[in-house]
């Protein structure tokens, strides 16, 4: 488990991460999600033990990761811009990472690199970014380290290689002790792949929470209610966190259970009622609304 408490961090007069307090769980796949400069790069660089916090505290198992080798090797990140030896191959890369990863299995990367269609002899240099950002990711999972930092790691993948990626990582995640932690601006790159999602803004921590439990307990929903008294009473008796009407067309935001919020539409006999799926953005909006933040604005 990795636990921060009060995490700062700043370059001169720039705060990079102030104040930042998260719990990571074992074998959950953690999503950081945040706007250029939120702070999420230097986050995973303290996580990595590659900078030295100005305050706060980082346990990962229970330990210090700044100077302390040991548990390093349980850590591998892939920073946004990966970086390659001049005319190295992958399997050079891959034969380097395994003198510091005792756990590192090349012959896994040279399957895994077959099956993708990379070329582990070719000098990687010569590949496509999108080809790069494959590499770089192989050589991480073979690592075998149980946790897997990821910087912007599906920017520049096509579609089909994208999925590739999130489903290999739902699979180590089902099979060995691993807890990724992917960091991106995207919130919806994440929604599909991550147990639990952390929002940044400006170096702090603006929301950290399960995303199935979010998805089960906010519903967005639309009613047609003839009756303006009843449209009245509805929205007292509701817990709200946005609301617009267009129209005679409600359309709520709502926290609760979706039965219960849907009985309670039912008694008002509406003309039109329906409860639509929420994306993960969407709940996000909802929620840094009501903590007084208008997220449309960080993320457009």
Same mark, same amino acid.
């Given at each position: ?31 950081? /999600? #945040? !706007? ?10 303290? &996580?990595?033990? @590659?900078?030295? $916090? ?88 073979? /690592? #075998? !380290? ?10 520049? &993948?096509?579609? @089909?290689?994208? $999925? ?137």
């Amino acid at each position: 488990m990795i636990k921060t408490e009060n995490l700062c961090k700043s370059f001169g007069d720039i705060k990079a991460v102030n104040n930042v307090s998260l719990t990571i769980t074992d074998n959950s796949i953690f999503g950081l /999600a #945040g !706007t250029n400069g939120a702070g999420k790069s230097t986050l995973l660089r303290m &996580l990595s033990g @590659v900078l030295k $916090q100005d305050s706060g505290k980082i346990a990962v198992d229970g330990s210090e990761v700044y100077e302390n080798p040991q548990k390093k090797s349980d850590i591998f990140f892939l920073p946004d811009t990966a970086y390659f030896f001049q005319n190295s191959t992958m399997l050079d890369m891959a034969k380097y990472f395994a003198i510091y990863y005792p756990r590192y299995d090349v012959g896994r990367l040279e399957k895994l690199a077959d099956n993708l269609g990379l070329e582990k002899k070719r000098k990687i240099s010569t590949f496509s970014k999108g080809m790069k950002r494959q590499a770089s990711m192989l050589l991480g999972i073979c /690592a #075998g !380290t149980k946790y897997l930092f990821c910087d912007e790691t599906f920017d520049g &993948l096509d579609p @089909v290689m994208r $999925q590739a990626a999130k489903s290999l990582l739902a699979y180590e995640v089902s099979e060995r002790e691993f807890t990724p932690v992917i960091a991106s601006h995207n919130l919806r790159e994440l929604e599909d792949i991550c147990d639990h999602v952390g929002l940044l803004h400006r170096g702090g921590v603006l929301l950290s929470k399960d995303v199935e439990e979010m998805k089960l307990h906010i519903h967005k929903v639309q009613c047609v209610i003839p009756d303006t008294k009843d449209e009245e009473t509805l929205l007292s008796e509701l817990d709200i966190m946005q609301y617009e009407k267009r129209l005679s067309l409600l359309t709520m935001v709502v926290r609760g259970e979706r039965e219960e919020i849907m009985a309670k539409i039912q008694k008002r006999n509406p003309l039109f009622a329906e409860a639509i799926p929420l994306t993960l953005e969407e709940i996000f909006i909802s929620e840094t609304e009501v903590a007084g933040y208008d997220i449309k604005k960080l993320f457009i």
